[in-house]
């Protein structure tokens, strides 16, 4: 802005220039909150934490998301719940932020306040979290601090009368009063310093994108992966038999029977995936125990360690839904290791915590049944993926995740059901969930074309963990129930492939349905029920069409 323009009288403030003022004050407050979480986010990586606003603010969010809203986002957004929840939150910081703006062009201190109370709204958010540190408040009140001088700078410099000395050097920031008095002006003038608008503008940016990016370089230099490259896993003392013959029934489009890991489905309420380090790895076993016991991951992996194939399932799986998976895990046998510490009689409750804090409550009498529950280092022949628990995490046969397979597992507390409520327990679900007997089909898919006349092959999964499964029956708009032909088993521990071959008869929609029976003789509930509180039923129907 040249000087002879700050000389001329601006003409009766019209209204459009006065939006454009407050325009201009809206890209400042967004502008200044990038550079809050940019610093911010700096701030993270050098205290070494992953408590960087968003992340706190949405792990706050997650663990006070009524049931309905949960339930809403992994049915609408499933996987890709976490990614929604942090666009979610910045589009609500970038307005916020843009209004804040907006309103401090011409009162500069309801600017500060909100950003002040942004920033304490970071800071409770993070203090707020299962094992939250103090240093855990100090990303988002540096980065609070960082917004504050960032808008104060980027007021000044949008508005005319910018301070611009005789060698045209820029003055030093003026405090307070000057801006308001400078601002005031602007509004007076009705115009705008869009040179400097534009300078402060880049500026900013740089700064945010600096501190964020080196914020960012410095947190995966803390990361896991290194440590998981290292790790080498050592034989089974008792390796898993091998798959028999025949657990594929061989159709198109049927979930294989092993997951491959990359796409193994995740759930969990971690927004960041907890970078543990095998290296750095230890686990308490206490409570009420004879004695407590301590073991690294080194005298984890000393330990005779198991293969087993073993079936995982999220008790918020639809009927029909794809939170099903199996592995063969490598872990060391859990029940020895709580028979080493010594179970106190009275002790009903397995509290496994998790290092972000995750509580997930096992029945004792579970674990010490005779099933192969597994402290598991190892998920089809590599270490733990970070996603899915590295570097230990429990598996138990037969009971839903959220009551058994504790992920970044740090620490075992042998207690009562009575004396302590596990997070999904807190939260209104069933303290005890064994996996229901249940179906689905794969092929075909609904509102798939089956030609009249062909013979069509109707398949998919079924299971029954612990009790395995007996029988699978499949019918056609409900007409009698006719058997499918099972894959091999795998052992009753893992979900098994069935097929039915349909002679498909006549044109129009025709309803599939599937219903499975366990070894104990149980049918598949038809009632249907919802995942809350202890997992859902009712039979998987797919509507295709003939012709
Ligand atoms: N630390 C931690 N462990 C956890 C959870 C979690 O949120 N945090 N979710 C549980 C739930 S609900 C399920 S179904 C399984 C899913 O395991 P996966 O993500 O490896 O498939 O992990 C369990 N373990
Ligand atoms: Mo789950």
Redesign the pocket.
């Known amino acids: 802005m040249s000087t002879d323009q700050q000389a001329r009288p601006a003409p009766q403030q019209p209204a459009s220039s006065a939006r454009g003022v407050r325009a201009a004050g809206a890209l400042c407050g967004v502008l200044a909150a990038a550079v809050t979480l940019g610093v911010a986010e700096l701030a993270a990586a050098l205290v070494g934490r992953t408590a960087s606003p968003v992340v706190v603010v949405g792990g706050a969010f997650v663990d006070r998301t009524p049931r309905w809203l949960k339930e809403y986002a992994i049915r609408r957004f499933g996987e890709d719940d976490k990614a929604v929840l942090v666009g979610g939150i910045l589009v609500v910081l970038v307005l916020v932020a843009a209004a804040l703006g907006a309103v401090a062009v011409r009162r500069l201190r309801v600017g500060y306040a909100g950003v002040a109370l942004l920033g304490a709204v970071g800071a409770a958010a993070a203090l707020s979290r299962p094992q939250a540190q103090p240093l855990d408040a100090l990303p988002s009140l540096a980065g609070a601090l960082a917004g504050a001088a960032a808008l104060h700078v980027l007021l000044v410099s949008a508005v005319p009368g910018r301070p611009v000395d005789r060698s045209g050097a820029r003055r030093a920031v003026p405090g307070a009063r000057r801006v308001r008095e400078r601002l005031a002006a602007g509004d007076r003038r009705g115009g705008l310093d869009r040179r400097g608008l534009l300078l402060a503008g880049l500026w900013s940016g740089v700064v945010a994108v600096a501190a964020g990016g080196l914020g960012r370089v410095l947190l995966r230099r803390s990361d896991a992966a290194a440590s998981r490259a290292a790790v080498r896993l050592p034989r089974p003392a008792s390796p898993a038999p091998p798959l028999p013959a025949g657990v594929e029934v061989a159709a198109d489009g049927v979930a294989p029977f092993v997951t491959p890991n990359r796409s193994f489905y995740r759930?969990d309420t971690a927004l960041v995936v907890p970078q543990v380090r095998a290296e750095d790895w230890s686990l308490r076993v206490h409570g009420m125990v004879e004695r407590e016991l301590r073991l690294d991951f080194a005298e984890l992996l000393a330990r005779p360690l198991l293969e087993r194939d073993i079936t995982l399932t999220?008790?918020?799986n639809e009927v029909g839904g794809p939170?099903v998976g199996s592995a063969r895990w490598l872990g060391a046998p859990l029940a020895d290791l709580l028979a080493e510490a010594g179970v106190r009689s009275g002790a009903t409750q397995l509290v496994a915590r998790s290092v972000d804090g995750m509580t997930i409550g096992t029945p004792v009498s579970a674990v010490m049944d005779g099933r192969d529950a597994l402290l598991a280092v190892g998920m089809n022949g590599e270490p733990l993926p970070a996603q899915h628990g590295f570097p230990v995490r429990m598996v138990v046969p037969g009971l839903?995740?959220?009551v058994s397979?504790c992920k970044w597992l740090v620490d075992l507390e042998l207690t009562t059901f009575d004396a302590y409520d596990a997070y999904w327990v807190d939260r209104g679900w069933a303290e005890e969930a064994p996996i229901k007997v249940s179906s689905r089909i794969d092929t075909p898919k609904a509102f798939a074309r089956v030609e009249p006349g062909t013979t069509v092959p109707v398949a998919g999964v079924a299971w029954a963990q612990t009790r395995g499964i007996a029988r699978v029956e499949v019918r056609v708009d409900g007409g009698p129930w006719q058997e499918a032909r099972l894959g091999a088993s795998a052992g009753d521990d893992t979900w098994r492939q069935w097929v039915w071959p349909w002679a498909v008869e006549g044109g129009g929609s025709h309803t599939l349905q599937v219903r499975a029976t366990d070894a104990d003789g149980v049918v598949q509930v038809e009632e249907r029920a919802t995942p809350f509180p202890s997992g859902s039923t009712g039979w998987h129907s797919v509507v295709v069409t003939g012709g």
Do not use: M, R
Request: proline content about 0%.
């Open positions: 759930v999220c008790v918020s939170l839903y995740g959220y397979a």
